[in-house]
Each structure stands twice: as structure tokens, then as C-alpha cells.
């Protein structure tokens, strides 16, 4: 726990923009991670998202080439000298995509549409009906600007020609809907020769549109090359998006690595050596209509009928990347079916769904068989089935900016990946829009907070940058996203110098949440096909009584033997009840599921409306008879209660009890916005359980009650210090033992339970007189009390026994408020002239003349009103010699907020970090302090680079372009930074007890 292994600590998105870069930069990056306590890096070619470049040549720099092959080699060495691990993006950027022959098996494919419109006469005959060819154009929405457009060649296979009879049209917006008479349509391929419709009789007259529908290569790079790529060297000419829809795109990427990469012995030994997850990003890619070689037959297959004549009702918003909107002008839909395509839509979903499955399935196996896993941000964003595609995944990952920086939405994750034994679940943490150099530590600890509160165990930062000279590029180097997004992490950051604290902690945490498995109380079900990061269900009442819960998807339902005892995943969550919340759909399969559950004795709650809808069009019979067996009454553990009977109490008088019950007990009403998560260890001589706390309301002292047995003893794990103490105070009952907690807002903690040893403190506190403050074990096992005062204190202790602490004359010294404070701030800025030759900053030292006796941002200092830097403060005080026979303990405080990052010395020693959530808790320093004499006290602080960057917002420039969304800059204000507040060093009596 104190120092966790690399495989724990957070890893960064390590961006570099081409293989032209300079390997010794490279090498010098890896090294800079390795020193603050990173735990690897993704080595992400970014290569301007796949734009073209500015100044380098791609044939020669681009992914894949010989000239990258140096550079993965250079990076796999470092990463093996400093000790760190590697994720592999098997694509430039977003890896969606690999070097290949255009037009060749494994490639993206799409279905694309053609319509005419024809007014006939009741038995009218239509002859030589040319067949439509496909729009020209369709809706990339928010895409555009982030895809290619496809390259207009090669020829389209014709797949079917559809007609069908319209029922009417409607408009909203600019977007017209047409409802056509489902008994109308009909599959016109018999009657087409050479491109032509030859002979047709519609059935009625009216209006009739007849389709055309082509599938076809994309035609799509996800990165593009240089102009002057010589003809007919595929390797430099760019990366094309590969098809997600089934094993041969997986094929095509993983074939490309082994054939041009990992052909090199020494390469390829050092991924084995070194390497970690095989990678590719979450998806942001568009097409009319996904589509995959085949599909018609898989289709067949799975859905038991043909779905040729109901393509035309298959491109609907729903079906693009996150259902942005209608990918033609017009869409169709069929009498009796909603104007998303309805029934026949879904089946398409469930079918593509099926297909990226098998996509993904071959990825991990291919990187099983290298000793890694495949790590992806799976199916969000495109008309597929998230909980699905999780549970394939070695190292599924989120990401914060995607979820909505919500741990609901996270929850929609994790608890798929739980159920299916997923022990790493990945977040890609950190991005957010508003501007590079933006991002203060508190920020970002929020994000990683937020993250474990979900059961998220696995780390990757976004992002660090190549930290060398690139050509268009000046201070404060090279930025991805052209200043858009956060962060830039790494040396040119001034807090990279205090960054090694919170990898540390969150290293810590990561450690935790993966010991042994997660215990989660409550499992909800929801359906969401495409997945959108909105909530099911507001927790705030489970939330407040200590309930833990999680989603599952319905494919995550359907395995034998899942339910054991009356509970879900008796190995594994071990969820003592399934919800289901508001749900209308649902498959066949999934409703047999829930009747076994049932049968089983499993707590099964259906809130608000019953799933008794099938998804897709097949089964209907199946899931009305099995929901309405569910629901009949002939099961004692299923109950059917309405949204607002839905609560806490009703599962109390259930006696579905959570593992854990908190009260707040001073500050917040309740403990509604108190997270936590359960891990439990099976070990030689018994359990261990492992409890993560995060208080993310107002600051609160909250009574926790944890449901263990009698013979496990408490301790609690600081995963800022990573010191483990065992807890001083608490009480225990025969059903378990109850902690009482004081945490800040956005403070956590970890509780841990052991099976008591022979060598564990034999007596505790269950009570102390409110003169009283922090309790603890001395380095010798005694238990002490720190008093603010000098009067009695009581102290009732675990034997039994009452303590007496006698009133003793004289007084405590006073708190002593530190001050004067010298302040020199080591400034840094943009070099007077900016050029491309070097991204070095400008440092120098700017010193307050005058002592500061007040601590204020330095926005409200002249000199310092615009300056990043690190801040360093100076001061001494004097302790007075202490009244004899009373022995005294001293803490610091810092009473104001963090602003970015913090150390204390006192006397040269270096004080045990600070939380920066609670900077005001206090350190002990009574080893650092003398008594009679100056104690010296230097406090450093950091700064983000943002005032600096603003300073310069006109003129800094990364691959020759500026700053991509000025206002991020102009419209807000310079940041502040700086030690504020007051710094309290406290003198405590110290009691043994």
C-alpha cells in the first residue's frame, strides 16, 4: 500500500506528433514519468488527429513506417530501463484505423441509400426504372469537423432494391419522416437486369418510393499521409479505418502489427517484456449506416428472417455516432413502429452489436497470446450495446469527459465489468474542454475521486505531450488539440514537481480497489441500446443509508448459475437484490434469466412499469409469458412497487440491509452524498475487507457502521501519507463495528478490517469528553489523546475501563498564527521572443520586498498579478518551553484553500502531504519541532501554466497554428494561485491512555 507496484499507479496518454520527433526527447519523457511516480504510458502517435501535416512527411513519419518502428523501439527500451509499463494504441490517434491497401478485405464498410419517388395509377406497370443511386452527402453532424470525408471511388455492390408505398409524411424541423404501409413493401431484386428495375406492378395505386441500397468500401482514413507519398508504398500512405463490425477488421490491425512492427525480434521481445494493454479510443467515426461483409446472412442467422426489404427503415438517428441526428433529410419508418425504425431498427442493433462483439473478442485474444490484455472504450457513442461489449474486454475502459464526469454514469459501467470478474476497470481521466494549462491539481483529484467512488481501479491521464522541439511549434511546446482541451502534463508544468504526491495517493486507492473483489449491495437493471450518459435512478435516499448499487445490462444477466443463495454473483458482487427501474423492454432470454433468478429466492424488485416489451421483433410471446409468470405472485421475493414506494426503508423492512449504514452526525443532514466502496479479500486465516470513503457534500462527522464479524479488528489506510494505523476509536456490537469519521468536502479515506492478531492493540477507545481531540497509537503501541486543553478529560475505554486524565494547572500555549512571510516566486514565462528553435520557458525569480503579514492570492500582489511559477514562502516561529510535567504534541494547519499544490518543511524535514480537500485537518511535526529557539517553516507552492499561456495567447503556436478556441483564454480571468488563509501551528496536551 505504501508504495504500490507500477501496475497500480496511473499511467498517462502520452501524446507525440509524429515519428520525425527526437528520440532522446522521447527517452528524457519516459524518464520524467518514471521519477514522479508514474506508472507507464500510452504511446499515442497523434499525428493531428489525422489531418494533414504541416511540415513533416508522413511517408516517411507516419504510423507504421520504418522511421515509427525506430521510435516504438526507443520508447519500449526506456520504459524497460525506468521501469515502467506500455499500453499499445494498435492505430494512429484515436486507433481506429491501420496503414493498408485501399479497397481490401478488413476495411470499414457502410450501406448507403438512393430513393425515387413514383405517383402511380391503381395497376399501373413500371418498366426500365433506373435503380437509385446512393445520396451524395449525408449528416456527419458534430463529426465534421473531427472525420475524413470519404474518398469518392470504387464501385458499391447493389444489395437490394425496395419498394414500398407511402402512408404519409411529416415534418419537424427540417427533417421529413415518411410512414410507409409495412404490407406494401417488397424486394424488387428479382425484377433488376443491368441497373434497372425491368418490369413492376405495385399493389395500388399512389405514392411509392423505390430504394436503392449499396454497400460499399468507406473509403475513410483515420490518418492521412503526405502529398508526396510515392506511389503504390501503402505503408506511408496514411491509416484507414478499419471495419468494427466483425473479426476481419481486429484482423486487419492486429496482422499489420505482427507483419511491419513486430517482425523486429527486439521489438517484439520488449512488448512481451514491458507491454501491458493492446488499445484503441472510444469511437468517433460516422457513416450513413454501419455495415459489414456478410451482414445480410449474419442478420438471417440471429434474427431468424431476411432483412432486405426493411433496410430503408434502418438508417435512423439512433444508428450514428451518439444518435446526433437523421443521417439523410428524409427518414422512413413502416405503419405501427415508432419513427426510430422501431422493432426492425433494434434488430438491426442487435445484429451489429453481435458483430463488434466478435471484433473486440479477437483483440483480446490476439493480445492474450502476448502476454497483454485489450483495453477499449467500448460501443458508447454508436448504436450498440455497451453492457455487452464490456465483459469481452480485459481492461474495459470509461472515460470521465464521455460519462459526464458523473458517478451514476460510471456505475452504468463498472457493473457490468464487476459481474463478469473484470478485476481493471480503466478510465481515461482528465480531459476537459475550456482551454490547455487550465487543469489545477484539486481539479484533477476530483475527477480521480469521483472515478474510485464507482469502483474504477485503473488510471490513465490525459494527457502528457512530447516535451522536445517540434517544427511550428514555440513555448510552451507541442498541444495537442490546439489548446482545447486539458491537460498538458510534464516538466513544463510547475506543479510536475509536487505531482508525485497525487499519483501516489491515487496509486493507493487503485492498489485497494483491486484486492480481492468488489461487494456491491444492490444490482439495477437498464436497458440502453445506444448507450447515452444520462441516469437511471437518482440514489440519493440508498445513498444516504449506505446502500451501494450498480447497473447491469441484459446480456450481462444471461449465464447458468449466477444466483446461489438467494444472492447475484455469490463469488463475485454478491448482490443481495436485482431492481428493475422504470424499464419497459427487454429480451427473451434476459426474461427467462429473471424467472431463474426468481426460482432461485433472488430479491427481484420491478419499479414503475413492467418490461413485458421484447426488443427486436422476435420473441414477444416468450417475454410476455415469462414477465407476467414473474409478476404473478407466485414468487415471496419478487414484489412490483410504484417509483415513489421505491426507497431505503422499503428494502430495510425487506431485511435486504446494506454492508455498511452511515449517519451524519454534525455538519450534513444525512449522508446522501457519502460514496463508498466495498472490497473483501479471502486470505489463509480468514478475510480482509476494504472500505473507500468520499464525502462529496459539506463537511461532516458521520457515525459509519460496517457489518463484520466480531473478530475483525479496524485500521485505517491514508492513501495521502500511506501510512496503516489501526483505528483508536470505535465501537463494537455482535453484528459489527461503527467508526466515527470526520471528513472534509471532497475528502476520502479507507477503512480496512483483519482478522485480529495476537500482536493488534488489545484496548481502544469507545468514548472521549469533548476536550478531546485526535487519538492514536505512538510508535509503541500506547494509545494517546491529544486535549486542547488542560482540564480533566474522561475516556471510556474498550475493557471497560474508565480513563482519567486529572486537571493540571497552568495553560496550553496559544496557537501561534505564522507570520511574517517572505515570498520569492520562481516565475515562469514565455521567452521574450518566441521562435520554433527551443519550447524551453523563462525562468526567473521575482521577490516581495515587503514581508507578507496576510496570505493572498497572487492576483492581489503587484508583481505577481500574471504569473505561473512555483512559490516559495519563508517564516520562523518559537515554541515556549513547556510547563513542567506536561507533555505536549504540536500539528500545522493551513486554513485556506489549495489552490494547486502544497509541501511543507519544518526545520528540513518534510512534513507528510497534505490533502488538499483537507489542508485544515493538520499534520503532526512534534518530532520536527524544537522547543525554545526559531523554527524554520518553508511552504512551496505551484501554479498552473495558464497565466502564463493567457499572457501570451496571441502568439504561442503548436504545429504552426494558434490557439484554436481563443475565448477560453480572453474571457476568463488570470487564475490565483498562492498560499491564503492562515498557517496555525497547535499545541496539544498529550495524554497516554
Not at 499511467?11 to 521519477?35: M, Q
Not at 511517408?59 to 499500453?87: C, H, I, M, N, W
Not at 446472412?297 to 438508417?315: A, T
Not at 492493540?761 to 497509537?777: A, D, K, M
Amino acid at each position: 500500500f505504501t508504495l504500490p507496484p507500477p501496475t497500480s499507479r496511473p499511467t498517462f496518454r502520452y501524446w507525440f506528433p509524429d515519428a520525425s520527433v527526437l528520440p532522446s526527447s522521447i527517452t528524457s519523457d519516459i524518464a520524467s514519468l518514471a521519477s514522479v511516480s508514474a506508472g507507464g504510458f500510452q504511446f499515442l502517435g497523434f499525428y493531428n488527429q489525422g489531418f494533414p501535416p504541416v511540415s513533416t512527411d508522413w511517408s516517411k513519419y507516419g504510423f507504421g513506417t520504418p522511421a515509427f518502428k525506430e521510435l516504438l523501439r526507443v520508447a519500449l527500451k526506456a520504459a524497460d530501463e525506468f521501469g515502467l509499463r506500455v499500453d499499445i494504441p494498435l492505430g494512429p490517434n484515436t486507433a481506429a484505423g491501420v496503414p493498408s491497401m485501399p479497397g481490401t478485405e478488413g476495411l470499414s464498410r457502410e450501406l448507403v441509400m438512393g430513393e425515387t419517388v413514383l405517383n402511380v395509377n391503381g395497376g399501373e406497370e413500371v418498366r426500365n426504372l433506373r435503380v437509385p443511386q446512393p445520396r451524395g452527402t449525408f449528416n456527419k453532424g458534430y463529426l465534421g469537423g473531427w472525420v475524413h470525408e470519404p474518398e469518392d471511388w470504387g464501385e458499391g455492390e447493389l444489395v437490394r432494391v425496395v419498394a414500398g408505398k407511402v402512408r404519409g409524411r411529416s415534418k419537424r424541423g427540417g427533417q421529413e419522416y415518411v410512414r410507409l404501409e409495412e404490407g406494401s413493401l417488397v424486394d424488387l431484386g428479382g425484377s433488376v437486369t443491368e441497373g434497372s428495375v425491368v418490369r413492376w406492378r405495385p399493389e395500388g395505386g399512389g405514392e411509392w418510393v423505390v430504394f436503392g441500397l449499396w454497400e460499399r468500401f468507406q473509403n475513410v482514413r483515420s490518418c492521412v499521409s503526405s502529398a508526396r507519398v510515392e506511389a503504390g508504398y501503402w505503408v506511408g500512405n496514411g491509416s484507414w479505418l478499419v471495419d468494427h463490425f466483425s473479426e476481419a477488421g481486429a484482423r486487419k490491425m492486429t496482422m499489420f502489427w505482427q507483419n511491419q512492427l513486430l517482425d523486429d525480434e527486439e521489438v517484439d521481445g520488449l512488448l512481451k517484456k514491458v507491454g501491458r494493454y493492446t488499445w484503441e479510443d472510444s469511437m468517433e467515426m460516422m457513416a450513413p449506416l454501419w455495415w459489414t461483409k456478410g451482414f445480410v446472412e449474419k442478420f438471417k442467422e440471429k434474427r431468424g428472417y431476411d432483412p432486405g426489404k426493411y433496410l430503408p427503415v434502418f438508417f435512423q438517428a439512433k444508428n450514428l455516432w451518439n444518435s446526433y441526428g437523421e443521417p439523410y433529410d428524409t427518414s422512413y419508418t413502416v405503419d405501427g413502429q415508432t419513427t426510430d425504425g422501431g422493432k426492425y431498427a433494434e434488430d438491426y442493433r442487435l445484429t451489429l452489436t453481435e458483430g463488434y462483439n466478435d471484433y473486440l473478442r479477437y483483440h483480446e485474444e490476439w493480445a492474450k497470446k502476448r502476454g497483454m490484455s485489450h483495453s477499449s472504450q467500448p460501443a458508447y457513442n454508436m448504436p450498440l450495446d455497451m453492457s455487452s461489449a464490456i465483459s469481452i474486454l480485459g481492461a474495459p475502459e470509461l472515460e470521465s469527459l464521455g460519462f459526464g464526469e458523473s458517478i451514476e454514469n460510471y456505475r452504468q459501467f463498472t457493473g457490468a465489468a464487476h459481474l463478469s470478474g473484470r478485476n481493471i476497470i480503466s478510465t481515461e481521466i482528465g480531459a476537459q474542454r475550456g482551454g490547455a494549462y487550465n487543469q489545477p491539481i484539486p481539479g484533477l483529484l476530483t475527477l480521480l475521486k469521483d472515478s474510485f467512488a464507482a469502483g474504477v481501479n485503473n488510471l490513465v491521464i490525459h494527457g502528457m505531450a512530447y516535451g522536445g522541439p517540434y517544427p511550428g511549434t514555440t513555448w510552451p511546446g507541442y498541444t495537442p488539440f490546439q489548446y482545447e482541451f486539458c491537460e498538458m502534463w510534464g516538466p513544463r508544468q510547475p506543479s510536475w514537481r509536487h505531482i508525485n504526491d497525487t499519483l501516489l495517493f491515487a496509486s493507493r486507492v487503485s492498489e485497494v480497489l483491486r484486492t480481492g473483489v468488489p461487494k456491491v449491495d444492490l444490482a439495477f437493471l437498464a436497458w440502453k441500446h445506444p448507450w447515452t450518459a444520462r441516469a437511471v435512478f437518482s440514489g440519493g435516499d440508498l445513498n444516504a443509508q449506505g446502500y451501494t448499487y450498480e447497473y447491469l445490462g441484459l446480456d450481462n444477466i444471461v449465464a447458468p448459475g449466477l444466483v446461489v443463495d438467494g444472492v447475484l454473483a455469490l463469488d463475485g458482487p454478491a448482490y443481495k437484490a436485482l431492481v428493475i427501474y422504470g424499464q419497459t423492454r427487454i429480451t427473451p432470454s434476459a426474461s427467462a434469466a429473471l424467472l431463474s433468478f426468481a426460482e432461485a429466492g433472488l430479491p427481484i424488485f420491478v419499479v414503475g412499469s413492467i418490461p413485458n416489451i421484447t426488443i427486436g421483433s422476435v420473441g414477444h410471446d416468450v417475454v410476455s409469458k415469462n414477465m407476467a409468470r414473474l409478476v404473478s405472485g407466485a414468487f415471496d421475493t419478487v414484489r412490483v412497487v410504484s417509483p415513489n414506494r421505491f426507497n431505503a426503508q422499503l428494502l430495510i423492512d425487506a431485511e435486504i440491509l446494506p454492508r455498511l449504514f452511515a449517519e451524519s452526525i454534525e455538519g450534513a443532514a444525512n449522508a446522501s452524498q457519502l460514496y463508498t466502496v466495498w472490497r473483501s479479500e479471502k486470505q489463509e486465516h480468514g478475510e480482509r475487507h476494504l472500505v473507500y470513503l468520499l464525502n462529496r457534500g459539506a463537511s461532516s462527522t458521520f457515525s459509519v457502521f460496517f457489518s463484520v464479524g466480531a473478530e475483525m479488528a479496524p485500521y485505517q489506510l491514508d492513501p495521502w501519507t500511506g501510512e496503516q494505523s489501526p483505528v483508536p476509536r470505535y465501537l463494537r456490537t455482535f453484528d459489527g463495528v461503527s467508526v466515527t469519521l470526520k471528513l472534509a468536502k471532497g475528502q476520502a479515506t479507507i477503512i480496512g478490517f483483519k482478522q485480529r492478531t495476537d500482536d493488534a492493540p488489545s484496548v481502544s477507545v469507545i468514548s472521549l469528553s469533548s476536550n478531546f481531540g485526535r487519538v492514536f497509537y505512538d510508535s509503541t503501541g500506547n494509545l494517546v489523546a491529544y486535549a486542547h486543553d488542560t482540564l480533566e478529560g474522561v475516556a471510556l475505554l474498550s475493557n471497560n475501563a474508565e480513563f482519567i486524565a486529572p486537571e493540571i494547572s497552568g495553560t496550553l500555549p496559544a496557537p501561534v498564527i505564522l507570520g511574517p512571510w517572505q515570498l520569492s516566486v520562481e516565475s515562469w514565462s514565455a521567452p521574450t521572443t518566441l521562435t520554433t528553435a527551443s519550447v524551453a520557458a523563462n525562468r526567473t525569480v521575482i521577490t516581495v520586498s515587503t514581508p507578507l503579514t496576510t496570505l493572498v492570492p497572487w492576483t492581489k500582489i503587484n508583481s505577481l498579478q500574471r504569473v505561473s511559477g512555483i512559490g516559495t514562502y519563508r517564516t520562523t516561529f518559537t515554541l515556549a518551553s513547556r510547563s513542567e510535567g506536561l507533555e505536549l504534541g504540536y500539528t500545522i494547519h493551513l486554513t485556506g484553500q489549495v489552490h494547486n499544490t502544497v509541501r511543507v518543511w519544518i526545520n528540513g524535514h518534510l512534513v507528510p502531504a497534505v490533502d488538499p480537500a483537507a489542508p485544515d485537518e493538520g499534520r503532526d511535526i512534534s518530532s520536527f519541532v524544537k522547543i525554545g529557539g526559531d523554527n524554520q517553516v518553508v511552504i512551496e507552492v505551484t501554479s498552473t501554466l495558464f497565466n502564463a499561456v493567457k499572457a501570451r495567447m496571441n502568439d504561442v503556436r503548436s504545429i504552426s497554428k494558434g490557439i484554436h478556441v481563443p475565448r477560453y483564454y480572453s474571457q476568463v480571468d488570470w487564475a490565483d494561485f498562492g498560499l491564503v488563509g492562515e498557517v496555525v501551528v497547535k499545541s496539544w496536551r498529550k495524554v497516554k491512555l
